[in-house]
């Protein structure tokens, strides 16, 4: 049972109402705006099967980096659009995003109201964006999408659109958000799925399809192209996500600077060259492939989890946004994280306690932040409920990569459990 902080009567952001329809001026000057921020940055956008499309339609797209937003919004043009935002992105500006038709919603949460905002906007006649891995990718890769998606797709019953970006990772990455890399960028924009097809096919076969659509890995397609980045600073940042040292398996001590990723316990270190590989000064070299070492990350947690060995507990600076205008402090409490009960935060506010629990059936993935500018420069969790939000600050360095791995493996673990109890109770009626 979740008791939650007091916070004297202030009412909290009301995420469950309809969004405007986005003013038709609106449309227009967002176009103009995507336009001019990107001037000045190589890009390409490709329509395929789009001809002839109108709204309402749905976008599902991948997720990088924020000029994902611009490109997306140079692909629809005229056709009036709203786009499903995290609530922080509400912070301070909750009218400018409700003015343009926003749908606010809490990531990881079970938020009945956001498919019905999403059933208005179609039925309006308008397009719903929205990006169903709802976070940026940490690895350039395709991150876990859950199969509720193509129930939902079944449900609205509009043609479906996949736009995959190329290159925002490169240009952009989430573990260094603070500067810009020179990466060409190339949009692909195809229409998946007419409205007949959604209606003969099941939610699997729709699932399947929009999963293969949105596969995409950014360091393929700078191979691919033979795209070189020159800054000397590419590899700062790039710790965060390889935090686990393969040469002598120790986490969290991987450290970057300037072109280099070294690991501060046994001292190995490696080049981030500029054609996106990585090559061991001396000695072996492990992964040349950032998404592999990423990957032998995620199954080093999974094993960890299978042999029943994982376990996180911390004291972590706790600041919560239940409404948009200031992030409360609520001080320090404990993040506690394991396969059997999920996350639990416990902590005291204003001379009482709470405690915030997200089972594992509650939360299929975790929002992670790097360098969280909008409180304090440095990695944080946001562990969400559905009306109110709690970022929560690490006194751990380098673990929250870690976190979100596990969230996604105990989840798919309690998911698959599930499934096979009700075959089973449906094969006993």
């Known amino acids: 049972m979740n008791i939650e902080p007091n916070y004297k009567n202030k009412k909290k952001y009301n995420t469950a109402h309809y969004p405007i329809r986005q003013p038709i001026y609106l449309t227009g000057l967002i176009w103009v705006l995507s336009k001019v921020l990107t001037i000045g940055k190589k890009k390409r956008i490709e329509k395929i099967n789009m001809e002839g499309l109108k ?23 005229s056709h009036r659009v709203n786009n499903v935002v995290n609530i922080d992105g509400y912070y301070l500006r909750p009218w400018l995003m409700e003015w343009i038709g926003a749908i606010c ?3 990881f949460t079970t938020d009945i ?4 905002s999403i059933r208005k906007v179609l039925k ?6 929205m990006y169903p891995e709802a976070r940026y990718s940490q690895a350039g890769i395709t991150s876990y999408m859950p199969d509720s998606v193509g129930m939902l797709v079944k449900r609205c019953g509009a043609p479906v659109v996949a736009i995959v970006h190329h ?14 890399r020179k990466v060409p960028l190339y949009t692909r924009a195809e229409q998946i799925l007419s409205a007949e097809q959604v209606a003969e096919m099941s939610p699997d076969e729709i699932n399947a399809k929009i999963k293969e659509a949105l596969t995409y890995d950014d360091y393929k397609y700078q191979r691919d192209e033979g795209i070189l980045i020159k800054e000397d600073f590419r590899a700062e940042g790039l710790h965060k996500i390889l935090y686990q040292c393969p040469h002598c398996k120790t986490e969290s001590r991987m450290a970057s600077k300037g072109t280099e990723l070294f690991c501060e316990e046994c001292g190995k270190r490696w080049i981030f060259k500029e054609n ?8 072996e070299t492990e992964f040349r492939y950032v998404p592999d070492w990423y990957n032998w990350e995620r199954e080093q947690v999974r094993g960890e989890i299978e042999r029943g060995e994982y376990s996180f507990s911390d004291t972590v600076d706790v600041h919560s946004l239940p409404r948009c205008w200031k992030y409360e402090p609520l001080g320090d409490a404990t993040l506690t994280h394991d396969a059997e009960n999920g996350f639990i935060l416990e902590g005291e506010y204003r001379g009482e306690k709470y405690r915030i629990q997200r089972l594992p059936l509650q939360s299929n993935s975790l929002h992670v932040e790097y360098d969280f500018p909008r409180i304090k420069p440095y990695d944080c969790v946001d562990i969400s409920t559905e009306s109110d939000s709690f970022y929560c600050y690490p006194t751990k360095q380098n673990v929250i990569t870690k976190l979100a791995f596990a969230t996604e493996i105990i989840y798919e673990m309690h998911e698959k459990k599930s499934k096979l109890e009700r075959a089973e109770r449906a094969k006993i009626k």
């Open 124 to 129: 309006r006649g308008n397009v719903l964006c």
């Open 55 to 77: 709204p309402p339609y749905m976008i599902l797209s991948n997720h990088m980096c924020f000029i994902d937003f611009e490109l997306a919004a140079m692909v629809t043009g």
């Open 105 to 107: 919603t809490r990531k």
């Open 276 to 283: 996106g590989d990585l090559e061991a000064q001396s000695g």
């Open 167 to 180: 290159g925002n990772h490169l240009h952009m990455p989430v573990w260094d958000v603070r500067r810009t």
């Open 113 to 116: 109201h956001l498919i019905k």
